[in-house]
């Protein structure tokens, strides 16, 4: 048994997993806080930037005495990196060549373009490229005039590459435990390429984007990557510039999509074959159901009531 834990409002992404790999649940953490006793399985953690600090230490609270119990047992919720965290390591690492900073650092940014975005949210650029500290400055004030919290802002360098087409390539590598599937890549005419244009790509990348995914290329490159975020389920997004890889996120609660109808048949067959590579390898985490429980304790700062309020304040409708 597989239990993939996540946010309430955030648990559609595996439904496909659920609906093609059994015994798999997902669950929503505040139903599994309310839990005293769990059975035997192989825990996922999941969706760390969506979580409040009072969550996530009780999810890193839970993950102990999981893994304590002899389990299996994926995503620390106490070490995994979150968005601006990562990207500021990856790039003190070398790993990547960009910078990000907090929109309170506006005026230390010394390297331009750039763009705004979240810090959390998964919504993409709230900008397009500024060139200037002055465009910059009034782009983060706007922001903040129409309700964005400083705190949650960053700063991210542009660092991206268009091909000989001139279209942007977004390439996805999943880690699942020890095992690393490339997954097909998105296109898009804009340099965030986000959720991809159809008809923007050629028959030839297309070949390209199924040769990468068969032979694995890129996912030995993206394992120092994943480590470095401590991060052993999820998936991370990254484009080529100059050949060398650039990552803009690890995602430990990526939409998994089945294969679609395309025009083009090395699309269909990428996403076949990445579909079933990433099946078997999650498949391959099950450790076998048994009538084990253990049971489970809230650490002492969230034993006494009212802990379901300081967990999930005004967020009473999640179920």
């Known amino acids: 048994m597989i239990v993939f834990l996540t946010t309430g409002s955030h ?31 192989t825990y996922i953690f999941s969706d760390f930037d969506r979580l409040s600090f009072w969550q996530l230490e009780l999810a890193a609270s839970f993950y102990r005495q999981i893994k304590a119990a002899g389990w299996r047992v994926l995503n620390d919720p106490a070490r995994a990196l979150h968005r601006l965290e990562l990207l500021q390591a990856l790039k003190a690492s070398e790993l990547n060549s960009f910078s990000v900073w907090t929109a309170s650092a506006v005026r230390t940014v010394n390297r331009y373009p750039v763009f705004l975005r979240t810090q959390s949210a998964h919504r993409g650029p709230l900008t397009d490229l500024l ?26 360098e542009y660092r991206a590459e268009p091909n000989a087409d001139s279209v942007f390539r977004k390439l996805s590598v999943y880690r699942v435990g020890d095992r690393m599937i490339a997954c097909p890549s998105v296109y898009e005419k804009h340099w965030s390429a986000k959720y991809g244009e159809l ?13 990468d995914i068969i032979n694995g290329r890129y996912t030995a490159d993206l394992k120092p990557y994943f480590d470095l975020a401590n991060v052993e389920y999820g998936r991370a997004d990254f484009g ?48 076998g159901e048994t009538k084990e429980t253990i049971q489970v304790e809230l650490p002492q700062q969230l034993a006494e009531r009212p802990y379901r309020e300081r967990l999930f304040p005004g967020y009473q409708w999640l179920p």
Do not use: W
């Open 11 to 41: 648990s559609y992404t595996h439904d496909y997993v659920a609906d093609h790999l059994a015994p798999f649940y997902q669950i929503g953490y505040r139903s599994f806080f309310a839990r005293r006793r769990l059975k035997q399985a």
């Open 131 to 156: 060139e200037t500290p002055e465009a910059l400055e009034t782009a983060l004030e706007r922001l903040i005039v129409e309700g964005y919290p400083i705190h949650d802002l960053m700063i991210c």
């Open 199 to 211: 008809g923007i790509a050629c028959g030839h990348a297309y070949r390209q984007d199924l040769d």
């Open 240 to 287: 080529l510039v100059k050949g060398q890889v650039e990552v803009y996120e690890i995602n430990t609660n990526p939409s998994i999509e089945p294969a679609k109808d395309h025009p083009f048949s090395d699309r269909v067959r990428a996403f076949q074959h990445s579909d079933e590579q990433y099946l078997t390898a999650l498949a391959d985490l099950d450790t």
